[in-house]
T-cell receptor, first 114, second 112 residues
């Protein structure tokens, strides 16, 4: 079946630094990937839709300069949290539409900003 | 934004019992999907029901969809301790860019 690999699974960074999260489709090409954020015991909130070869579409209230998304190839999308602050600490999950039209999720990244 | 609400928010049952979770949504949909998430992990797709379907089964799972009430239910029969997880419904909104929009989730605990 379709597999989406997300790295890193956990990252701790200092305030003010930037963190890059990778989401890679391993056995299929994903023209569209989605990035979600999840707070503890809460649901997934869509942050942005990443489109290969074009600019990402951000949801209302999501700062595009804060959360940089790059989808430079059909198998890789990256989310960079720039100038991270403690309030950016969260669980970030990517998802891609697979060859069957379904949605495959990465395993998530736990970001802690100290 | 969140599409809808799920209830209950939390459910605790004994192994062997059935678990029923409900989901309501707000807009017209192409399909509704149910996902499972173990704590701190990614999501696993469980089942998809299309807007023109009313009921679907997969193993111990049974999903219903009532588009007139904009609601769905997930029934897990003969629950096991390994079913302990969070369960989310998600919809693909008609006319959207096909992104999934999630409900608020139900935390299911199955006690051995």
């Amino acid at each position: 079946g379709a597999v989406v690999s997300q790295h890193p699974s956990r990252v701790i960074c200092k305030s003010g630094t930037s963190v890059k999260i990778e989401c890679r489709s391993l056995d299929f090409q994903a023209t569209t990937m989605f990035w979600y954020r999840q707070f503890p015991k809460k649901s997934l909130m869509l942050m942005a839709t990443s489109n290969e070869g074009s600019k990402a579409t951000y949801e209302q209230g999501v700062e595009k300069d804060k959360f940089l998304i790059n989808h430079a190839s059909l198998t890789l999308s990256t989310l960079t949290v720039t100038s991270a602050h403690p309030e950016d600490s969260s669980f970030y999950i990517c998802s891609a539409r697979d060859f069957g039209g379904g949605y495959t999720f990465g395993s998530g990244t736990r970001l802690t900003v100290v | 934004s969140q599409q809808g609400e799920e209830d209950p928010q939390a459910l605790s049952i004994q192994e062997g019992e059935n678990a029923t979770m409900n989901c309501s949504y707000k807009t017209s949909i192409n399909n509704l999907q149910w996902y499972r998430q173990n704590s701190g992990r990614g999501l696993v797709h469980l089942i998809l029901i299309r807007s023109n379907e009313r009921e679907k089964h997969s193993g111990r799972l049974r999903v219903t969809l009532d588009t007139s009430k904009k609601s769905s239910s997930l029934l897990i029969t003969a629950s096991r301790a390994a079913d302990t997880a969070s369960y989310f419904c998600a919809t693909v909104v008609r006319g959207s860019a096909r992104q999934l929009t999630f409900g608020s989730g139900t935390q299911l605990t199955v006690l051995p």
